[in-house]
């Protein structure tokens, strides 16, 4: 029996607002990752688009970008109106930029298959419990220094940003998505657990000399761990657990080991 799971935390500042989203159905899981930095309502935004995911696999740019047309109009008629209602300056702010948001999602088939599909910085991971291995979506660390590809409610959308793929989930299988600080997080852990593979990787991120950068640093101190126990078990809890959550990622904050941001998780497994 497939088991789906998903949680979403705001970033621990006081009033903050959570922008992004998480959806945990039957067979898929998806998260969406709101960028209030730019435009207006983000948290609607991503809200929206996992509400309205299809039932079946996103499974090219161009069908990414006939599901948008279908949808952002009636979206986009509410949000003005909100806008409206916030004045001049918001509306206008709304009309020029709009809504953003990143979206990562994966369909289990029947036989078994996942076909996942991702726009922006949001990643989809596979990790295998026997082989002890993590398979991801995204490109390398350091590219989440890079400014992410955003899903926009009102402009066209760039289809060089989309991406997709298949893999086959087995009883082995921990499937999972997260927004873009806890991937950043996880990819790092899994690449410091394996520092001799991943040398090259982890020498590129850190010379960006970024925030990412330090939040590396601060991770190569740390002492010898096993990456399933220190975060895949630890994920596998914290999904049913938000207190747990909350602690958890609190703590790898206050160590350095985590940016500052709104955190969400969906998981499937057999």
């Known amino acids: 029996m497939i088991k789906t799971r998903c949680i979403t935390i705001r970033k621990p500042e006081r009033n903050a607002l959570n922008e992004d989203a998480a959806e945990a159905r039957r067979n898929m899981i998806a998260v969406s990752d709101g960028a209030g930095g730019g435009g207006l309502f983000a948290d609607r935004w991503s809200k929206y688009l996992l509400h309205n995911l299809p039932t079946e696999p996103i499974t090219s740019a161009e069908q990414l970008d006939e599901w948008i047309g279908r949808i952002w109009e009636a979206y986009y008629a509410k949000a003005e109106q909100s806008a409206k209602k916030l004045g001049g300056m918001a509306l206008d702010k709304f009309y020029d930029e709009g809504s953003f948001a990143t979206l990562a999602a994966v369909w289990r088939l029947p036989d078994g298959i996942c076909r996942w599909m991702t726009y922006g910085d949001s990643v989809v991971f596979h990790y295998n419990y026997k082989t002890k291995r993590l398979s991801h979506s995204f490109t390398a660390l350091a590219d989440f220094n890079r ?11 760039n289809l060089s940003g989309f991406k997709c793929d298949e893999f086959r989930m087995t009883n082995e299988s921990f ?11 996880i990819l790092m852990m899994y690449e410091l657990s394996m520092q001799n593979e991943y040398a090259s990787e982890l020498y590129d991120a850190v010379s960006a000399a970024s925030k990412n950068s330090n939040i590396i640093k601060k991770g190569m ?10 975060v895949i078990d630890r994920l596998r809890k914290a ?3 938000k207190h747990y959550y909350k602690k958890w990622l609190g703590s790898l904050q206050e160590k350095g080991l985590l940016a500052l941001d709104d955190y969400s998780l969906a998981v499937m497994y057999e």
């Open 221 to 230: 101190s740390l002492q010898t761990f096993k990456f399933e126990k220190e």
């Open 239 to 241: 999904v049913y657990d």
């Open 147 to 157: 400014p992410p590809h955003l899903i926009n409610c009102k402009d066209e959308l």
């Open 175 to 185: 499937v999972f998505v997260a927004s873009d600080a806890l991937s950043h997080y």
